[in-house]
């Protein structure tokens, strides 16, 4: 199932063998799962003693011991949030779960307070015109214009580095120069920043065939116009633990039809539904990709992210899409602009 396999236990598990899952693992603590995988409960040392005080034996069921409203969350949540969590309710571990309730991985509050640097490499795509906002791109770059009182790349690029993802790559183009005099190497911000610059548009996924040192872990490629408060960490395990190739952030998209949806058999009409709404998953323009999609980039053509996952869907590789429910905002028009300035302090 997962790396966790060994502290899971299941609702009619033994008192016995409760005892045996607590005591091998390191974090003094069992995961309960029902029929269809999904967490249900948490049981710790304390709650078998209790138990056992009670009357009960060592082939007792766990069934009246585990406690049934455990403190979860979910894969999207930010790390603040998390902490938030496990504190208000004094725990030093919580349970990580997908949208369907399964267990991804088992947050350590500890480990959370501390920010490890990590060596997969993030890649920010800052070449864009930005015309769609012009006067306010004609004497500045997109990425460089201030959401709250910073520019939205740095808001990016602060983000990664909470989670300990400080190797940047900046993919630049339209007035290039203006970004790497405002961030330089980086070192201001805590982070290593290097450059590839394009001299003729390559696309999202074209622009990586620039990169002279190619990354040999997962990495993270970004649009540098997003503003998102997604937990690229759990994004990253989320992508090892499904062994995808490539990992699209996905963002739920309604469309309300303006007017009155007949169905009809021939000439008879079946239905009216009166403006119906649409429900689609949407691009996000976040990514986790694996080494090996360099095999599918070609040298220096136009190639767009898009493309990269159709290929490899049609080489039935694994990719896979990774559901946002947390802010994100796409700032493409003067309308999305003016919404970040008024929610920025809000969010960040």
Known sequence: MNKYQDILLQRDSTIKKALHVIDKGAMRIAIVL??????????????????????????????NLYFKEPTLANINDSKELIIQKAVRKQIYQIPIVDDEGKLVKIEEISKLLKTNAKNNRVILMAGGLGTRLRPLTEDIPKPLLKVGNKPILETIIENFAKYGFVNITISVNYKADMIKKYFGDGSDLGVNIDYIEETKRLGTAGALSLIQERPQEPFFVMNADLLTNVNFEHLLDFHLMEHSVATMCVREYDYQVPYGVIQTDGSRITSIEEKPVHKFFVNAGIYTLSPQVFEYIP???????????????????????????EYWLDIGRMSDFEQAQNEYGEIF
């Open 34 to 63: 029902d029929n269809d995988e999904k967490v249900v409960g948490t049981l710790s040392d304390g709650d078998i003693r209790r138990g056992l005080l009670d009357g009960l034996t060592l082939e007792s069921s766990i069934e």
């Open 299 to 325: 040298k220096n053509e136009f190639y767009d992210m898009p493309t990269l996952f159709e290929d490899i869907i049609k080489d039935e590789l694994k990719s896979i899409s990774f559901p946002i429910h």
